[in-house]
């Protein structure tokens, strides 16, 4: 079965700071990842996605992601963090059948 | 367009009652999906449906548990006999796609109250 591991649970950042999070994943063979985010108050929401290609994805707000398959790992990064970025962020994994597998989330504070 | 709709948002059911919980997904989507998020975790799956056809219902945690998805677009998720552990907020989502890959749009939630 599949597993997602996300290992930071709260991060708290100041504005401009660089953000990683953390994403790790069990299955192995071929993957679809996926990072959502749910601001406070809204739904969940996809933020970008790896199915094939480049391993480095942009998505929406100026966040990336790199697949590195030999890590099983597909970490989220933003470069300089705004206020507006504070929400919590999940992790997924879909194989191709359908269902995905989420990870338990980081939250993220930025202080302005 | 309209996104992900659910209703009721919120529902406070007695120990032992039945609840009805509706997924309204995007036109045209072909999948539909119900996710289980407890307080602090991230969403279980539950369900599957592409189109009618109801192709994985490996998450349902008991048969107390029931979806449908009649003419292939509304949803309805069925708990018979509520218990205290069924407390939680149940997402609703739908994909045009069937690979997987095409990521899920989500609804606001119903949170699910048990008493």
């Known amino acids: 079965a599949q597993s997602v591991s996300q290992h930071n649970h709260h991060v708290i950042l100041s504005e401009a700071a660089s953000l990683e999070l953390g994403c790790n994943y069990s299955?192995?063979?071929?993957?679809?990842l996926f990072w959502y985010v749910q601001y406070p108050g809204q739904h969940l929401q996809l933020l970008l996605k790896?199915?094939?290609?480049?391993?480095l994805v942009k998505g929406i707000k100026g966040f990336e992601a790199e697949f590195i398959k030999s890590k099983f790992s597909f970490n989220l990064r933003k470069p300089s963090v705004q206020w507006s970025d504070t929400a919590e962020y999940f992790c997924?994994?879909?194989?191709?059948?359908?269902?995905?597998?989420f990870g338990d989330g980081t939250t993220l504070t930025v202080k302005p | 367009g309209a996104g992900v709709s659910q209703s009721p948002r919120y529902k406070v059911a007695k120990r032992g009652q039945d609840v009805a919980l509706r997924c309204d997904p995007i036109?045209?989507?072909?999948?539909l999906f119900w996710y289980q998020q407890a307080l602090g975790q991230g969403p279980e799956f539950l369900t599957y449906?592409?189109?009618?056809?109801?192709?994985?219902k490996s998450g349902l945690p008991s048969d107390r548990f029931f979806a449908e998805r009649p003419e292939g677009s509304v949803s309805t998720l069925k708990i018979q006999r509520t218990q205290q552990e069924d407390s939680a907020v149940y997402l609703c989502?739908?994909?045009?796609?069937?690979?997987?890959?095409?990521?899920?749009?989500f609804g606001p939630g119903t949170r699910l109250t048990v008493t």
């Open positions: 989502a739908s994909s045009w796609g069937t690979s997987g890959a095409t990521g899920q749009y």
């Open positions: 299955y192995g063979g071929t993957v679809n």
């Open positions: 790896y199915f094939s290609g480049d391993p």
């Open positions: 997924a994994v879909n194989t191709n059948a359908g269902k995905s597998t």
């Open positions: 036109s045209g989507h072909v999948s």
């Open positions: 449906f592409q189109n009618e056809a109801q192709l994985d």
